[in-house]
C-alpha cells in the first residue's frame, strides 16, 4: 500500500484529502508540525508528499525545498494559490505537479496515481546534485551515462548521499563496508575513500570528501541547485 503524507494546515481540508486518499487505497499521513514540516515528512518516509503551499511556520516552497535537497520523495503541490509564477517557482524548486485548489477528486486521484507510476522502481534510487545512485546495483547515472561503482566506492557514496550535509563518521564508514568498526586499520579506510576522490573526479563530480578533525568526513557541494 503507498503511504502519502499530507501537507494542509486546514484541519477540515486535510481530513478531507485524507479520507479521498483512503477510500482509494492509499495509506495516509497528516503532516501538522509545521515548524520541523520536512524533518516530519522525512521521518514518515512517505512514497509521495501532498503539500499546500500557504502554511504557517515553514512555507510550503521552503518544505519543497528542503525535501528535494535531502530525497526524492515526489512532491504534489496542491494549493489555493493560481498564479503562474508560483507554479512555476514550485515546479523550479523540484515539484512533480502542481493542482488549484478547488480540485475534482478525480483529477486528484489521477495526477496522484502518475506521479506513484512515474516513481516506481525509483526507491532504490540515492539523488545528489547532478547524478542518481542505485544503492542496490552501485550503478551511478550522471552526464546521460551510467558508471557501475566498485561496492566499496558505491556504499561510501551512498552513506554520504543518506546523510546529506552532516558529517558521517568513521564509524559509521566501517559499519556501512564491513559490518563492523573494531579491528579496522584506518588506512583500509583512507585507501578507500581515495579510490571513490579519484573516481569522482574522474566523472568531474563537483563534490569534494572533506575531512572533519576526529570526527569523521563531511560530503561537500551536495546541495542540489534548484
Not at 88 to 96: C, K, M, P, R, S
Not at 103 to 130: I, M, P
Request: charged share 25%.
Amino acid at each position: 500500500m503507498k503511504h502519502i503524507a499530507v501537507v494542509e494546515d486546514e484541519d477540515m481540508m486535510r481530513e478531507e484529502l485524507e479520507d479521498i486518499l483512503q477510500k482509494a487505497g492509499y495509506q495516509t499521513s497528516g503532516i501538522t508540525d509545521f515548524e520541523n514540516a520536512a524533518a516530519a515528512i522525512l521521518a514518515a518516509s512517505p512514497d509521495l508528499v501532498l503539500l499546500d503551499l500557504n502554511l504557517p511556520g515553514m512555507g510550503g516552497f521552503q518544505i519543497c525545498r528542503e525535501l528535494k535537497q535531502k530525497s526524492s520523495i515526489p512532491v504534489l503541490v496542491l494549493t489555493s494559490r493560481d498564479q503562474l509564477q508560483d507554479e512555476l517557482h514550485a515546479l523550479d524548486l523540484g515539484a512533480d505537479e502542481f493542482l488549484t485548489k478547488p480540485c475534482r477528486k478525480e483529477r486528484l486521484l489521477a495526477r496522484v496515481s502518475n506521479v506513484l507510476k512515474r516513481y516506481e522502481g525509483r526507491n532504490n534510487l540515492l539523488e545528489g546534485n547532478g547524478f542518481l545512485l542505485d544503492r542496490q546495483t552501485y550503478t551511478l547515472y550522471i552526464h546521460n551515462r551510467s558508471v557501475i561503482l566498485p561496492q566499496n566506492q558505491g556504499k561510501i557514496l551512498g552513506i554520504f548521499l543518506e546523510h546529506g550535509s552532516d558529517i558521517v563518521t568513521k564509524e559509521e564508514l566501517c559499519i556501512a563496508l564491513w559490518g563492523t568498526a573494531e579491528f579496522i586499520d584506518e588506512n583500509a579506510l583512507q585507501v578507500n575513500l581515495t579510490r571513490l576522490k579519484k573516481t569522482m573526479a574522474n566523472l568531474d563530480m563537483p563534490q569534494q570528501i572533506l575531512p572533519v578533525r576526529g570526527v569523521g568526513y563531511r560530503f561537500v557541494g551536495q546541495t542540489l541547485e534548484r
